[in-house]
């Protein structure tokens, strides 16, 4: 039976692996720092709109990863920022047997476009998932899912294009697990369709009237469009799609706020973000390709000020960032 090695205890990577325990599917969990170690020792709060619950956790700090099977598949759900490093630490680990993991079929998790060539590099077989999910990680130990009544949806291919069975099976447990999940051929045009969305996740970072934020959160994601566009991608419509998620909710009263999405978590948490694979993907495009994007250029250097300087969100007011472009 197939067995998911999740790499990454986030709260994409820990709310995986509580309902993959809760559903019986084969998984280890690996992670590192102070939120895998207590883990370990006094479980994951695990909260649903449901209720609140301590789960604990097949789970393994990488200092001393679980011994690989040939029948493994990686999930990577760490940060787009920590994919070098993961890859290059995971394509060597032995199989059990023969074989390097390199072999392994790897499913990105990433937000952004960069992670699946990263992965390429020393993974042979590479899935790309588009994953949207109302989740938060900013205490220790404690992962809030709000989606109900799925956790969230998943758009998964083979990358940089196809379907196969191997693609068809992850898809299979992880609605077993509970999220709304779709196959695609053309996985790249949904994961740039998610990055038009997420280059609007920095607008949180900066304090602003709600007119202000969502004028700012507008301009950069159309110019973010026009960038890719420019680029060669053609974004997938929300109308492509082929399920139903018409009924998926984001519950209320579930600890899940507006504004808080993963960029704000990992300032609020004091760790690395990953506005640079996120803004810094459309300008990194757009220099490519010989356009502007002003909007993504000047929030990415705002990001990296904030960052350098220690600070948290709501110190820099959205205004006089635009008031410079």
Not at 100 to 111: E, H, K, R
Not at 186 to 204: C, F, P, Q
């Amino acid at each position: 039976m197939t067995r998911y090695i999740i790499i990454g205890a986030g709260a994409v990577g820990a709310s995986l692996a509580a309902e993959f325990e809760y559903r019986g599917i084969p998984y280890a969990l690996v992670g590192r720092g102070a939120q895998l170690a207590h883990i370990v020792s006094e479980g994951l709060t695990y909260r649903r709109p449901g209720g609140t619950r301590v789960v604990r956790l097949n789970a393994f700090d990488t200092a001393n990863p679980p011994a690989l099977l040939p029948d493994d598949i990686l999930l990577l759900t760490v940060k787009s920022q920590d994919v070098e490093t993961a890859t290059q630490f995971w394509a060597s680990r032995e199989l059990q047997g023969s074989g390097l993991a390199a072999d392994l079929p790897l499913v990105t998790f990433q937000n952004g476009l960069a992670a699946e060539d990263l992965a390429l590099r020393r993974f042979s077989r590479v899935y790309a998932a588009s994953i949207m999910v109302p989740a938060r990680f900013t205490e220790i130990g404690e992962v809030v899912v709000a989606g109900e009544p799925q956790l969230g949806i998943v758009t998964l291919g083979r990358y940089p294009q196809g379907l196969d069975d191997t693609a068809q099976r992850i898809a299979v447990d992880l609605a077993a697990a509970g999220y709304l999940v779709e196959t695609r051929h053309d996985i790249r045009r949904w994961k740039a369709a998610k990055l038009e969305h997420n280059v609007t996740n920095a607008v949180e970072l900066f304090k602003g009237t709600d007119e202000a934020r969502a004028k700012a959160a507008q301009a950069l994601a159309t110019e973010a469009r026009q960038v890719l566009l420019a680029a060669g991608y053609d974004p997938a419509a929300r109308s492509e799609r082929t399920i139903d998620i018409s009924d998926w909710r984001i519950a209320e009263d579930s600890g899940i706020e507006r504004g808080q999405q993963s960029t704000w978590q990992s300032f609020t948490r004091g760790t690395s973000s990953e506005v640079d694979y996120l803004n810094g993907e459309i300008v990194r495009l757009a220099r490519l390709h010989g356009v502007d994007a002003p909007l993504n250029t000047a929030i990415q250097q705002a990001a990296a000020r904030l960052a350098r300087d220690g600070g948290k969100p709501g110190m820099i007011d959205i205004g006089d960032i635009l008031r410079h472009i």
